[in-house]
């Protein structure tokens, strides 16, 4: 089975590589109701790790770099080689995202730059001062441009086509990017979603790895709203392969179309 997929959005195609997937752990959920997870939850889950591949005016952008496992197999069966990488931009900056950026201090993609949020950057590097964080981003020296993202629907450009959206929580400056062309839009969405088959139907389900579970929750919201009433696609580092697809309202929560 290929660890490649592919979806268009106008002239932009992104690919969904899978960098691992295997049974989850429920104790991630935070506080979670008991008939729920008996409803959801009950032959247990799989969890998977993604990353994305835009390409699309002229341009080979990474969405994330997941562990850096599969995804230079990944990038070679799609035919991209480390070197035609132009950008990578971050969503946040936990190990599963960066793990790919460097090795030994040497950037894996020579000629990308490096995109992340101000507040992202802020925090691995300067409050919490993280070893990993700080290397991925060493790396990329005299590469690496921050920007301030905007709320859904009124977002600031990074490149052409590609918007950050603020969806913080997760970490302090997690952020989603939307991809829009031909009047079709694609949000690729990080970690606004670890627990697939729970946090749909009930979208109020935090996990413990939210930096802020509260705002984690209001921005998963606000994305899944956003999504159902304008029809815009969803993609999402931890939902199953391949990880694109529509949303709909189904009662109090949500439902999940696959593609």
Known sequence: MSNVFSFQIGVYIIYTML??????NAGILINPDKADVDKYLKGGFQHATNTFLVQGQGKNVLIDTGFGT??????KEIGVAPEKIDAIF??????DHIGGMQKDGKALFPNAKVYLSEIEKEYWTVTNQNRGAIAALDAYKGRVET??????????????GITGIASYGHTPGHTSYSIKDGGKEL??????????????PVPSQAVTYDTDPKAATTARLETLQYAAQTGTAI???HLLFPAI???SAAG????????
């Open 90 to 95: 971050l969503t946040h900056m936990h190990g």
């Open 70 to 75: 599969n995804l230079f197999n990944c990038l």
């Open 245 to 247: 697809g529509t949303v």
């Open 235 to 237: 993609a999402g580092h």
């Open 187 to 200: 949000i690729v969405w990080g970690d606004l979603m670890h627990v697939e088959l729970i946090q749909f």
């Open 19 to 24: 960098e691992a997937q295997g049974p989850g």
């Open 147 to 160: 920007f301030k993202p905007g709320a859904l629907g009124n977002a600031p450009e990074v490149l052409v």
């Open 252 to 259: 109090d929560g949500y439902l999940f179309n696959h593609e």
